[in-house]
């Protein structure tokens, strides 16, 4: 089994910053793509950004040039770097993971538990 526990959301302000971090952990061989999704009330779950073990990394159009998403293969984490937060940002942030288990040559995607982004107007 797979888990990914995610931290970093809470309460800002328009234009602030926040970062989010998500930890996998368990019987991984691998990881490929890592990431974040993002669902605001009434709407469905979004892409927000991605990134490969390799490094390629693709972005909502809607975020690019205010967030960064990077990771440490070492340490199975993923980071979302939030600048320029803006009121529409506000929604339960949700991490992902395709996880390759010890004695499978699947991937399964893991979702983490999901952390709460607010920005005040």
């Known amino acids: 089994q797979v888990q990914l526990v995610e931290s970093g959301g809470g309460l800002v302000q328009n234009g602030g910053s926040l970062r989010l971090s998500c930890t996998a952990s368990?019987?991984?061989?691998?990881?490929?793509?890592m990431g974040w999704y993002r669902q605001a009330p009434g709407t469905q779950r979004e892409l927000v950004a991605r990134i490969t073990s390799g490094g390629s990394t693709n972005y909502a159009d809607s975020v690019k040039g205010r967030f960064t998403v990077s990771r440490d293969n070492a340490k199975n984490t993923v980071y979302l770097q939030m600048n320029s937060l803006k009121p529409e940002d506000t929604a339960v942030y949700y991490c992902?993971?395709?996880?390759?288990?010890?004695?499978?040559?699947?991937?399964?995607?893991?979702w983490g538990p999901g952390t709460q982004v607010t920005v005040s107007s």
């Open positions: 992902h993971a395709d996880v390759q288990e010890i004695g499978s040559v699947w991937y399964i995607v893991y």
């Open positions: 368990g019987s991984i061989v691998r990881i490929n793509t």
